[in-house]
């Protein structure tokens, strides 16, 4: 009986502390996390990386989920410099899935793919696009494994009862349970 008390009380307490409750049953209690969760301000931007031929400052990321897509994605302004080109202003666009690192009490993509790289004002050799996004890979990479996208307190118990998350009809949920 106190078991069934204090999972109820948990439940309780994780719906007036949280987000929208998407569903409660056998599972847990499932919360949907929306995009103006997904995109608080970070201290960690911008990121400048100087590479041999090129330097890029990365903005702050926007994340959303694409309709139809079982992962998340994150549109970011860059500024670059390289070896005989202009400063340019463009976006790129990686993808990524989703995963709760308990340790961490926080929410990374893992599987990350650059989807897109545009300039406002360059028209870029296709071959110095690709050594470009090649160099690029193990920067976004790092940062993402490194930076969550969504950290639960850690001073907070509900990271603790994290049981699942996932993406389900563009929407980014995460299940609580014991």
Known sequence: MSKIISTLVLFLLLLLSSGCVRNIDSNGLTL???????????????????????????????????NGSNKLNAKMDLNLSAIFIPTSKGTFEISGEPYFNKEKSAIFLRDIN???????????????????????????????????????????????????IKIENSELLVTFGL
């Open 32 to 66: 949907k996390l929306n995009e103006s969760q997904l995109n608080k301000k970070s201290d960690k931007f911008p990121i400048k990386e100087n590479f041999v031929f090129a330097n890029i400052d990365i903005k702050q990321p926007k994340i959303y989920i694409k």
């Open 114 to 164: 650059i989807e897109d790289l545009e300039f406002t004002d360059l028209n870029l050799n296709k071959r110095f696009a690709n050594t470009l996004l090649s160099n690029m890979k193990p920067v976004v990479d790092t940062i993402f494994e490194q930076m969550p996208i969504y950290e639960i307190d850690k001073n907070s118990f509900k990271g603790s009862f994290v049981k699942d």
